[in-house]
């Protein structure tokens, strides 16, 4: 279990890899949470998956924990990509309110962070007392995308197509005035 100050605990996996080939380690680290997906409950999915070359040892040959934990928490702080826009933004401030974490990456799994149904429920209603969104969130957007990249898609496309609708109404109001 990882827990870094002001964050929830969270399941961490150190991958003993030998680095002589050039995988993309992203990706490697990628197929490997999709296999460890496929095998087990998605509450025993690692969050963290960091790759080492050697597995930190105590003086006593037991695995150094302290070591491991701190080397797991430098990756995980080295895994942060900011919101691009405000409602990526807007969308990180209120899971990272309602999680009690202090921030949330864009590409940070809701479910992977510490988020549960009855959290979810609780983010949709922050978003629809916030309008976020012009026409609405809904707790299947929230399962469907659960990062805040992928939850602020369809939320973006809302407000693109009433800003559309407005300029089709104002064109139309335009060329009927006299």
């Known amino acids: 279990m990882l827990s870094p100050a002001g964050q929830p605990a969270s399941l961490a996996a150190a991958l003993l890899v030998d680095h002589t080939d050039d995988t993309d380690t992203e990706q490697f680290k990628a197929d490997v949470t999709d296999q460890l997906r496929a095998l087990l409950p998605d509450y025993m999915v690692p969050s963290t998956l960091a ?3 050697e597995i930190p040892l105590s003086a006593n040959g037991k695995v150094d924990r302290k070591t491991l934990s701190s080397l797991l928490n430098r ?30 990456s864009r590409n940070d799994n809701f479910f992977m962070i510490g988020g549960d149904s009855l959290a979810a429920t609780r983010i949709v209603q922050a978003m629809q007392q ?14 469907t995308a659960p990062s805040v990249a992928e939850f602020a898609m369809p939320i973006k496309a809302q407000w693109q ?7 089709e109404d104002t064109e139309i109001f335009e060329e009927g005035s006299l």
């Open 161 to 167: 197509a009433l800003s559309e609708g407005d300029k």
């Open 130 to 143: 916030q309008r976020i969104s012009p026409t609405g969130v809904t707790l299947s957007m929230l399962f």
């Open 75 to 104: 990756q995980t702080e080295n895994s942060y990509e900011a919101p691009r826009d405000s409602i990526e933004e807007q969308i990180a401030e209120i899971w990272a309110s309602e999680l009690g974490v202090d921030q949330i």
């Open 51 to 53: 790759l080492v070359d």
